[in-house]
């Protein structure tokens, strides 16, 4: 049984960081393509970032590049994404999803829907 597991979160200033894991257990972690995605209550979840299985390929939302970094470290079995800049409107519940098996290590995706696993979630919140 796959599960993962986000921690992380929390309350900041505008123009703070965070960084927010997401740690896997059940599988085999470097075959997975990892995303990351944020859900405001009463809307849609929407797509964050991306990272293929091999790292190599990484994605990102028009509203968080240049601010957002992706990653993963195989030996620890855990994803990543480091928060900077923040800004109010990156408050939301931030969640990491596995996709059991991809067309190729470099390929990603940016559908909910696509994905096999999820966390649990984490709430990040940025004040003015």
């Known amino acids: 049984q796959v599960q993962l597991v986000e921690s992380g979160g929390g309350l900041v200033q505008a123009g703070g960081s965070l960084r927010l894991s997401c740690a896997i257990s059940?599988?085999?972690?470097?075959?997975?393509?990892m995303g990351w995605f944020r859900q405001v209550p009463g809307q849609e979840r929407e797509f964050v970032a991306v990272?293929?299985?091999?790292?190599?390929?990484?994605r990102y939302a028009d509203s968080v590049k240049g601010r957002f970094t992706i990653s993963r470290d195989v030996a620890m079995n855990t994803a990543y994404l480091q928060m900077n800049s923040l800004k109010p409107e990156d408050t939301a519940d931030y969640y990491c999803?596995?996709?059991?098996?991809?067309?190729?290590?470099?390929?990603?995706?940016?559908?909910?829907?696509?994905?096999?696993?999820w966390g649990q979630g984490t709430q990040v919140t940025v004040s003015l």
């Open positions: 990272i293929s299985r091999s790292g190599l390929n990484i």
């Open positions: 059940g599988g085999t972690f470097s075959r997975f393509p």
């Open positions: 999803a596995a996709k059991f098996r991809s067309f190729s290590a470099s390929s990603v995706y940016f559908s909910k829907g696509d994905y096999d696993y």
